[in-house]
C-alpha cells in the first residue's frame, strides 16, 4: 500500500517556539494533502486542506496566521505550529490523497508537547 | 451537510468472538465512500474496510465485513474471530464522491473496542 510518512514523530519544545511538522508522500503524488488535530480519545479534527501550488484552505475556528500550511510540491506538505504554547500541545496528523476513488492513506501523527 | 454518528462510545467483546460497531450517516448525495478506520494505542489511522455506495455488495476484509443498507443509511462493521490486536478506537467516516481534489473525511465519534482474553 501507499506510504506517507509525518515527521517529527514527537517534538517537545518552548513556549513561543516555533516547531514544523513534514508530511511526505513517499511512492505516490498528492495534489491534496490534509491536517488533523486530535485530542485524547476524541476523533480527528479537520484543521485545513492543503493543494500543491495553492493557499490551504482552513477549517472555520483555525487559525491560519498561528497553523502555517506549505504544500510546495506533490510529496510533502508541512504544518508549522508559530510561536506556540502550551494548548497547542496535542497529536497531528496528516493525510494523503492519491488519484482515486477513495484513496486517502495517514501519516503515524505526531506528538507536540509545548513546555 | 454530512454527518456520522457512531453511538457506542465504548465496547468490549471476549477473544474469538464477533462483535459489531454501528454507524449511520446523513447525506443527500448519491455517490460517495464509507469507511472504517482503525487507530490503535500507536495512534496510527489504519484503513479497516471501504465501501463505495453504488456498490450493492457488502465490502469484505478478512475478518471484517460490513452490512451497508444505504436507503437507512447504516454502515456497521462486524469483527469475526475476535483478536486481541483487535484492540482499537475504530473510527467510521464518509467521503463525497464527486470528482475533484477535495477528498474531506466526515468522521464519527468514534467506538473504543477492547478484546478481552
Known amino acids: 500500500g501507499a506510504v506517507v510518512s509525518q515527521h517529527p514523530s514527537r517534538v517537545i519544545c518552548k513556549s513561543g517556539t516555533s516547531v514544523k511538522i513534514e508530511c511526505r508522500s513517499l511512492?505516490?503524488?498528492?495534489?491534496?494533502m490534509f491536517w488533523y488535530r486530535q485530542f485524547p480519545k476524541q476523533s480527528l479534527m479537520l484543521m485545513a486542506t492543503?493543494?500543491?501550488?495553492?493557499?490551504?484552505?482552513?477549517e472555520q475556528g483555525v487559525e491560519k496566521d498561528k497553523f502555517l500550511i506549505n504544500h510546495a510540491s506533490l510529496t510533502l506538505s508541512t504544518l508549522t505550529v508559530t510561536s506556540a504554547h502550551p494548548e497547542d500541545s496535542s497529536f497531528y496528523i496528516c493525510?494523503?490523497?492519491?488519484?482515486?476513488?477513495?484513496?486517502?492513506?495517514f501519516g503515524e501523527g505526531s506528538r507536540l508537547t509545548v513546555l | 451537510a454530512q454527518t456520522v454518528t457512531q453511538s457506542q462510545p465504548e465496547m468490549s467483546v471476549q477473544e474469538a468472538e464477533t462483535v459489531t460497531l454501528s454507524c449511520t450517516y446523513d447525506?443527500?448525495?448519491?455517490?460517495?465512500?464509507l469507511f472504517w478506520y482503525k487507530q490503535p494505542p500507536s495512534r496510527q489511522m489504519i484503513l479497516v474496510i471501504r465501501q463505495e455506495a453504488y456498490k450493492q455488495q457488502n465490502a469484505t476484509e478478512n475478518r471484517f465485513s460490513v452490512n451497508f443498507q444505504k436507503a437507512a443509511k447504516s454502515f456497521s462493521l462486524k469483527i469475526s474471530d475476535s483478536q486481541l490486536g483487535d484492540t482499537a478506537m475504530y473510527f467510521c467516516?464518509?467521503?463525497?464522491?464527486?470528482?475533484?481534489?477535495?477528498?474531506?473525511?466526515?468522521w464519527g465519534l468514534g467506538t473504543s473496542l477492547a478484546v478481552n482474553p
Open positions: 493525510s494523503a490523497h492519491r488519484q482515486g476513488p477513495g484513496e486517502l492513506f
Open positions: 492543503s493543494n500543491e501550488g495553492s493557499k490551504a484552505t482552513y
Open positions: 447525506t443527500s448525495e448519491n455517490n460517495y465512500y
Open positions: 511512492d505516490f503524488q498528492a495534489t491534496t
Open positions: 467516516a464518509f467521503m463525497k464522491g464527486r470528482a475533484g481534489n477535495n477528498r474531506k473525511l466526515i
